[in-house]
């Protein structure tokens, strides 16, 4: 069929409402985890959500890769996605920190008058916090490496720095889920504790979603699929992981440093 646009106008498929339903199961079965502490809606949503997700992700790849529709305006299309995409989260965590410095200028008399409340003992910025500061900011160095390395076509070193981002990221997870273990306040001892951790719960789970995305990278690097003129996936990665490691910093000034 004659095509009289440049854009790639995609096949019926029933993987984006297939998806769209598993966020919403998923969202769903983190509430019956939470309140109830039955976890078998949440694993079945999260399989759910995985599988669909690896099956959309497949067919894309599949048209970037084999059927040649991703050119030019495909690709800027898939950018300008991503930094919308990214705007939104950003709003999203400005409003995470106006509502903690919102808190944090005006404490209740009912939490001592004092911010952190009375009774909440915070974590030293010089702990876990900062050494997990220093395990993103490397990160970004290795990953900003990989980057400059697939451009001039060094995929042996830009292999090693991706694996090194991802490792970096798993470690900085590790630490964070230890963070929470010895913490000595939970979610809902106070407003402080609540904003706390919903705050470094989703920057979290933003590391989690962008160490899969540089995972998948590292998979197509290994077989050779991605190049300097095929690299759109890697690049939003690249973006998204950026995007992490400055929201962290921001978290780390505000929730730790200053917080305290």
Not at 176 to 205: I, K, N, P
């Amino acid at each position: 069929m004659k095509k009289y646009n440049p854009f790639h106008l995609v096949e019926l498929s029933p993987w984006p409402i297939l998806t769209s339903f598993s966020f919403l199961s998923f969202a769903l079965g983190v509430i019956i985890m939470v309140r109830s502490f039955y976890c078998t809606p949440f694993l079945f949503s999260l399989f759910l959500l995985m599988f669909s997700s690896f099956l959309w992700g497949r067919d894309v790849h599949r048209e970037g890769c084999y059927e040649g529709w991703h050119n030019l305006e495909v690709t800027v299309g898939f950018k300008v996605g991503m930094i919308l995409f990214i705007l939104s989260e950003c709003f999203f965590f400005l409003g995470m920190f106006w509502g903690y410095l919102h808190l944090a200028e005006a404490p209740a008399v009912e939490f001592g008058g004092v911010w952190p409340p009375v009774g909440v003992f915070p974590f030293d910025p010089k702990g876990i916090p900062f050494l997990n500061t220093i395990l993103l900011v490397s990160s970004g160095v290795s990953v900003t490496w990989t980057h400059h390395a697939m451009e001039v076509g060094d995929f042996k070193s830009s292999l090693i720095s991706l694996f090194l981002t991802v490792a970096l990221g798993v470690t900085f997870t590790s630490f964070q889920l230890l963070e929470y273990y010895v913490a000595s306040f939970t979610f809902s001892c106070s407003s402080y504790s609540s904003v706390y951790f919903m705050g470094t719960g989703f920057h979290g789970l933003h590391v989690l979603i962008g160490s899969v995305l540089l995972i998948i990278c590292l998979v197509r690097f290994s077989y050779l699929v991605i190049s300097p003129n095929h690299s759109v996936g890697f690049e939003c990665s690249v973006w998204y992981w950026h995007f992490v490691d400055i929201v962290w910093f921001c978290l780390y000034l505000i929730f730790y440093w200053w917080g305290v």
